[in-house]
């Protein structure tokens, strides 16, 4: 299944919410997609399902059958014992075993039916599951891999829902009512077969709403296609609006803004409910339509049929002759299409809601990925840890972000990276671990373009610790041992003490099986940051990146962390991004960005030296403010008014 990834597409196209949306509207017979996708597996299953299933609905129309021929030659005697399509050199013939034939066939078509129901439901069951387990871990194994881009557009709500709810629907559809279309269309065929062996004429007049039904189910599914694909993208809204609030509860609390957020959530439900009831209404005129256009059926059969056995002749342009046995079974097998058919309104239902479903789930699989291993991709063993930026250039969309980062640093060093906010510190790190490529030039990992290395060694090679780690739901241990799960009690014991944070574990109720609750929301803020450098540390990577690692934490506990990140940063190529720049004071290098570009480069006393940026950053952390000169002051007011509509704004 990990194999399914298209192959790379040049992302000159931007992956916005319209792109997505296009790839979803592209997929074509997504249903049918998906059986030969992903229903391989499990094709044994499916075909005895369709098999017990098509079985089971001939057996049921035997019983009526048999009973019509019964009271024509069994019990009034006017017409000889003959069955449509089997040759009467098959059947008995005196009466009595014409009878015990009748009544014994009877019986084995109802037991029959009910062990084959059994077997189609289970069969068609285990199909499903299967079905819906493959596309969900498939679905999960290729969204795991598609490119930031996808996830800076996506919300997550809308990305929950389709790998839950929309796999879910296509079980409900692949379970129950795949297994009853298959038996409608026996049905209707079936049916249709033995009242035309019969009397083809009240045949024509009994079949002649099919088409009718027909034709209205056509408008149905057209109608619902679109209205389908509505509900579906509100689910998504709605889940996203909830997630993102219940991620942020602490803010709105705190905001005092539940009121507002009562009337945002509100405004996505009714927006659901709307869209849902709109299609729900059609069903309100599919259904009963449907019904009638049966009941009209029947009455119609019974008018014709009945008049016809009453008077003898054949009313209108009819002709030939009716007998009671054989109008028994029109009527019988009629009543039994009124049930079957009533159901068609939720088999197309839910048709068209696993279509929708379907095709929310390839078109997330069809995204392209343009991060990836290269064919010829080479993997870095041993890391010396020698970094190159050859003349990067790069931009999240259009705009640029980056212009001409051109900088090296050999095995060992430790460059700081400063500069005002937006600066873009960050993205030049992102650029090395590849979470994004390079529009111009190239970043070189021990002389290696960083786009011809496999993703897994050079991600490896890499530790990186942020300003708020994400830890995993689960104990202390677990996540310290997080990527690197064969390590062992000791280990995870040594990484801990390392990154200073074994002390406060071990005093922790559990020690180092205490749960720390999703997201780690049962430690402190520097808790958490000690833990993910322990994680950092027991990984052992040659090239660190620590990205404003303790600006979230007290004095106290950056002294803590500052010395874990000295010792750890000893020997391997170390990337700071720091605000506070006593924090870079040592590096080998200082990097000072501004709008993009490297402004300043060189040690922290050449730098102050040189009196530019660095050196005003310095004086306003030294809290020399009346020193700067005025056109810093100016630059500075300036920048932060650019920051304020992305900082405001929500979402
Ligand atoms: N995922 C993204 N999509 C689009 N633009 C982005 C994205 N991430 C960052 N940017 C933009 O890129 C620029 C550089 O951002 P970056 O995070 O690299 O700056 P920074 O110097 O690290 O800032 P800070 O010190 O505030 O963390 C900013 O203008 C920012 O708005």
Do not use: C
């Not at 196209?13 to 017979?29: F, G």
């Amino acid at each position: 299944m990990a194999n399914r990834r298209e192959p790379p597409v040049s992302s000159d196209r931007a992956l916005d919410a319209e792109y997505i949306e296009q790839r979803r509207e592209s997929i074509e017979h997504p249903l049918l997609r998906l059986f030969v996708e992903f229903g391989q597996g499990s094709r044994r299953w499916f075909a005895i399902g369709v098999l017990s299933s098509t079985l089971a609905r001939f057996l049921s129309l035997i019983p009526p059958v048999l009973l019509g021929v019964a009271i024509d030659s069994l019990f009034e005697n006017t017409k000889a014992f003959t069955l449509p399509y089997v040759p009467t050199a098959w059947l008995p013939e005196t009466t009595a075993a014409q009878f015990w034939f009748a009544v014994v066939v009877m019986a084995v078509a109802m037991v029959g039916a009910a062990v084959l129901n059994f077997v189609r439901q289970s069969t068609l069951n285990l199909f499903s599951h299967r079905v819906k387990h493959e596309v969900r871990t498939a679905s999960y194994q290729r969204m795991q891999r598609l490119d930031m881009e996808f996830f800076n557009e996506m919300q997550t709500g809308e990305l929950m829902s389709i790998l839950s709810n929309d796999t879910n629907r296509l079980e409900q559809f692949l379970d129950s009512m795949m297994g009853e279309a298959i038996q409608l269309g026996v049905l209707i065929l079936g049916t249709a077969a033995i009242l035309t062996a019969i009397n083809p004429q009240l045949a024509a007049v009994t079949l002649a709403v099919i088409p009718v039904a027909g034709a209205f189910t056509y408008w149905f599914m057209r109608v619902a296609e679109e209205r389908y694909a509505d509900v579906r993208s509100s689910v998504g809204d709605l889940n996203s609006r909830l997630e993102n609030n219940l991620g942020g509860i602490e803010v709105i609390k705190s905001s005092n803004t539940e009121g507002y957020e009562d009337e945002r959530v509100r405004e996505h439900s009714y927006n659901y409910f709307r869209l849902d009831w709109l299609a729900l209404r059609l069903n309100f005129v599919y259904r009963p339509g449907l019904e009638a256009l049966i009941s009209i059926s029947f009455v119609l059969t019974f008018v014709v049929g009945g008049l016809w056995v009453i008077t003898g002749t054949a009313p209108g342009p009819l002709t030939g002759t009716l007998s009671t046995g054989d109008l028994v079974i029109f009527l019988l097998l009629t009543q039994r299409l009124v049930e079957p058919l009533s159901q068609m309104g939720t088999i197309v239902d839910r048709y068209e809601d696993a279509k929708a479903s379907t095709k929310r789930i390839l078109g997330l699989m069809s995204i392209p990925v343009s991060i990836e291993n290269a064919p010829d991709a080479t993997a870095l063993d041993t890391v010396a840890g020698r970094v190159e930026y050859d003349d990067v250039s790069f931009g999240y969309g259009e705009e640029r972000v980056l212009h001409d980062i051109d900088f090296t640093a050999e095995p060992g060093d430790t460059v700081g990276l400063v500069g005002p906010t937006g600066a873009g510190k960050t993205t030049v790190l992102k650029l090395l671990l590849r979470l994004y490529d390079v529009d111009e030039g190239a970043i070189r990992v021990d002389g290696h373009d960083v786009r011809d290395l496999t993703l897994e060694s050079l991600r490896g090679a890499i530790g990186y610790v942020g300003q708020e780690n994400f830890l995993f739901d689960g104990t202390v241990r677990e996540n310290i041992r997080y990527g690197k799960f064969d390590a062992d009690d000791a280990a995870v014991i040594e990484a801990a003490k390392r990154a200073e944070a074994h002390e406060f574990i071990a005093n922790l109720p559990e020690g180092y099986d205490t749960d720390i609750g999703e997201r780690g929301v049962k430690l402190s803020g520097g808790q958490r940051q000690r833990v993910a450098i322990a994680r950092t540390i027991l990984q052992d990577p040659a090239i660190l990146i620590f990205d404003e690692a303790t600006s979230a934490v007290d004095t106290e506990t950056e002294l803590l962390i500052q010395r874990s990140i000295d010792d750890l940063a000893a020997d391997r190529t170390t990337f700071a991004i720091a605000h506070r720049l006593s924090t870079v004071r040592d590096a080998d290098r200082v990097l000072v960005l501004d709008d993009g570009r490297i402004a300043e480069r060189g040690t922290h006393e050449e730098l102050i030296g040189e009196d530019g940026l660095y050196a005003n950053l310095w004086r306003v952390q030294a809290g020399e403010i009346g020193d700067l000169p005025e056109e810093f002051v100016a630059r500075a007011s300036e920048r932060v008014a650019q920051q304020t509509p992305d900082s405001a704004g929500t979402d």
